[in-house]
């Protein structure tokens, strides 16, 4: 009663309209990620003027003017500073809106159903789609072009595995791109091949590219649709920002001109394909709509993926000893490109998964540093260069993550995920260094949280649940999956929030509710802090805000 009187006087001629800038939030728990968050515990209520945090704290403390502002009530909902993905493609989660989604197919089976009635649905042009993976199947197998021809006769069909990292093409789109048995495989790809030798439709890695041409290409209206709903979507889940890796050089002038229009709401951290490079480095970090759209890394590949089992590796996969991955770049190629961009104040962000990929990306990385000296590098000695996924590491390799210092940007989700086929590919003795966010993050490593989506969902609450139950959705953990890596939940938000903010540069301004910080707040239905660790994922979002805006909003 008396604290909704309280409310009620204070409240008294506020504001109504949902789009302002000047907000009063209270009603849930305010977790800040301050520092002193440790010993007052969580703030009761927040205030937001001008797009920046105002007032945070309790309600003795309130500032005695709060004419404007709006009210609301998160109705006992947990907020937090706003969740950034550290990882992920914003094109590819809005095509996947768009296009063929075979996320969550139980078998070929059920995949080929889908294909079939999207076959039958679009009866024209090339089917593109993506999601599958096999490591559930009861069929245990990839899919192959004989089963999309019984899919969809005659059709060009592309599907992409989840991990992005293969795609099986149909025998109309191998005769398209005149891949035959005696087509050889480009470095750092693989054709698969049956007994017979010809081709499975099978292309991994490199070898995507002999097809990548007979995707139909996005008209401009079509391509700024996929990104308006890789903006919906990711704002519905609660992320205010999104690291975009490998963003295609090409989109950045859209994305700025739709950041310019006010069709970009959330922050976008843009990390370039290298076909950018050079141009980039010319003109150094790009910056519009204050912020909004910020572009100053460059993305590089290592290796492939664990899952079709392109991740580079020292000693031959467990379950195919005829192969230890394929790396996608030498050491006398990349070394000058680093050195190039620390010379023009560029991030370099590389992606390794394999024990042998992460660790050349790091020598390679301590060759780059030691040849460009800190007085010739426009950030000096604070580059922060990060490895993607870090994935499958040798303990003996932590230390280059020290040194160096290198940002480790890692996806909990790939752990929950990979736990049903990982310790085939690995065998136990190299689960040691698998996954290590906590022996990572033990060591002062700064950690960055993502999802990598499409490759997973993309829920900020899946990825939170994975890294502290370090088990799958169903609550299932195997056999010595290394539970000590899961990390605490203080540490999990802050691979979420402020130590993306940091790797993006924008710690001052990011991560943490204090006062003079962007108003960028994710609220929960679930508190992420006090409930069971089962019943986070069970939630949803139901406040995204950036710069003081609601972007989102729900029940």
Not at 189 to 204: N, Q, W, Y
Not at 331 to 339: A, F, H, T
């Amino acid at each position: 009663m008396r604290r909704t009187l309280l409310l009620a006087l204070l409240l008294a001629g506020a504001a109504t309209t949902s789009q302002a800038q000047d907000l009063l939030i209270y009603g849930g728990p305010i977790y800040t990620g301050a520092p002193a968050e440790a010993s007052n515990g969580p703030a009761e209520f927040v205030v937001v003027r001008d797009g920046r945090v105002a007032f945070v704290g309790t309600h003795w403390a309130l500032p005695s003017d709060l004419s404007g502002l709006t009210e609301i009530d998160l109705k006992g909902a947990a907020l937090f500073p706003g969740f950034t993905d550290g990882h992920a493609h914003l094109d590819g989660i809005g095509w996947r809106e768009l296009t063929l989604n075979l996320e969550g197919s139980a078998s070929v089976a059920e995949a080929m159903a889908r294909l079939t009635a999207w076959a039958e649905a679009h009866p024209d042009g090339p089917i593109i789609g993506r999601g599958w993976i096999e490591t559930h199947w009861p069929e245990a197998r990839f899919l192959t072009a004989a089963d999309l021809d019984a899919a969809a006769p005659g059709r060009v069909v592309l599907l992409s595995r989840a991990d992005g990292h293969a795609v099986v093409a149909s025998s109309a789109a191998l005769a398209a791109a005149g891949i035959t048995a005696d087509t050889a495989a480009p470095s750092g790809g693989e054709i698969l091949k049956d007994e017979a030798g010809r081709p499975t439709g099978l292309l991994v890695d490199a070898a995507e590219q002999l097809v990548s041409g007979l995707a139909p290409q996005a008209d401009p209206a079509a391509l700024r649709e996929a990104y308006r709903a890789g903006f919906r979507v990711e704002a519905e889940y609660g992320w205010t920002g999104v690291h975009f890796m490998s963003a295609p050089w090409r989109d950045i002038p859209l994305l700025e001109q739709m950041a310019e229009a006010g069709e970009a709401p959330l922050r976008i951290y843009n990390s370039v394909t290298p076909d950018g490079a050079a141009e980039l480095i010319a003109g150094g970090p790009r910056s519009v709509a204050d912020g909004r759209i910020i572009t100053r890394a460059i993305k590089y590949y290592a290796d492939g993926a664990l899952g079709s089992r392109g991740a580079a590796l020292f000693e031959p996969y467990a379950d195919r000893p005829d192969t230890a991955g394929l790396m996608q770049i030498g050491e006398q190629e990349i070394v000058p490109l680093y050195q190039a961009a620390l010379r023009g104040g560029i991030q370099i962000a590389t992606h390794a998964i394999g024990d042998r990929g992460n660790a050349s990306v790091a020598e390679w990385y301590q060759q780059a540093l030691a040849g460009v000296a800190p007085a010739d590098r426009p950030n000096g000695a604070d580059v922060r260069w990060r490895i993607e996924h870090a994935q499958i590491l040798r303990p003996s390799d932590y230390h280059w993550f020290v040194d160096l210092p290198i940002i480790a940007s890692m996806q909990p989700s790939h752990a929950i995920g990979d736990l049903h086929f990982a310790p085939a590919r690995l065998g136990d003795a190299r689960l040691d260094g698998a996954y290590a966010w906590h022996s990572l993050v033990d060591l002062g490593v700064i950690v960055v949280g993502g999802s990598d989506a499409p490759v997973e969902r993309g829920a900020p609450l899946i990825e939170f649940y994975a890294a502290v139950a370090r088990r799958d959705l169903q609550g299932f953990q195997g056999p010595d999956w290394r539970p000590h890596e899961a990390v605490d939940r203080q540490t999990a938000l802050k691979m979420f929030t402020l130590w993306p903010a940091y790797a993006s540069f924008r710690e001052d301004e990011l991560g943490t509710i204090e006062v003079g910080k962007r108003a960028d707040f994710t609220a929960f239905s679930v508190d992420l802090m006090t409930a069971p660790v089962a019943d986070i994922p069970k939630g949803h979002a139901v406040l995204t805000v950036v710069d003081g805006v609601v972007v989102h909003r729900a029940d």
